[in-house]
């Protein structure tokens, strides 16, 4: 079946620099993606979405970009600060509201 | 406000053993959302209500799973008989009504089965 997956498992940035995660997708009728922040003990928290008519959306620190030719999606983190560290999760909307996750990178901060 | 709540926060049992997760979504929203989170992997949809009404239980187990949501609110997932593959995170999620409304998440409820 068709799915969401990551190309790292895990991201290791020293504080201060900007990352970047990466995720492919393989359904090209999905619409919708979103990213997830997952700390440790806690639910997924919505970080940001964006809609298949856009290539890149802004928000506070963070920008997602959608390239529909390669099916890729990335979550850019500038300025990375510990509280970043975590798991983070791209999800992908197959239709009626049914959210498709990949497996997750987990992002680590080195001071 | 007060986001998605459940209880219990863990929860410990042996198998065949019957246990029962419980879930307030957020205020007036209308879809709630049980999934299932091994560890390292992402969550995986087992069910979705529209209201009362499951709109969308193709990934429960039927045979060992059930779950209910009867005023529209709050909503409970069982397991009866628990297996060992049964130990996960259940997260529920709630949303204001079906599309691309954001899905907010609990903190889950961390299974172990021994």
């Known amino acids: 079946g068709e799915s969401v997956g990551l190309h790292l498992p895990t991201l290791s940035v020293q504080e201060g620099d900007n990352s970047i995660i990466n995720c492919a997708y393989s359904n090209s009728a999905s619409d919708y993606f979103i990213w997830y922040k997952q700390e440790s003990g806690k639910g997924p928290q919505f970080i940001i979405d964006i809609r298949s008519n856009m290539d890149k959306r802004q928000g506070q620190r963070v920008t997602v970009l959608l390239n529909k030719t390669v099916k890729h999606l990335s979550l850019q983190i500038a300025a990375t600060q510990p509280g970043d560290s975590a798991v983070y999760f791209c999800?992908?909307?197959?239709?009626?509201?049914?959210?498709?996750f990949g497996q997750g990178t987990r992002l680590t901060i080195n001071p | 406000e007060a986001g998605v709540v459940q209880s219990p926060r863990y929860k410990i049992i042996e198998k065949k053993q019957p246990v029962a997760f419980w879930c307030n979504p957020i205020s007036g929203h209308n879809t709630l959302y049980w999934y299932l989170q091994n560890l390292g992997q992402g969550p995986e949809l087992l069910i979705r209500y529209e209201n009362e009404e499951a709109v969308d239980d193709s990934q429960l187990p039927k045979d060992r799973f059930s779950a209910e949501r009867l005023k529209g609110v709050d909503s409970t997932l069982k397991i009866q008989p628990a297996e060992l593959g049964d130990s996960a995170v259940y997260l529920c999620?709630?949303?204001?009504?079906?599309?691309?409304?954001?899905?907010?998440f609990g903190p889950g409820t961390r299974l172990t089965v021994l």
């Open positions: 999620a709630s949303s204001l009504a079906s599309g691309t409304d954001t899905q907010y």
């Open positions: 999800a992908e909307n197959q239709g009626a509201q049914k959210l498709v």
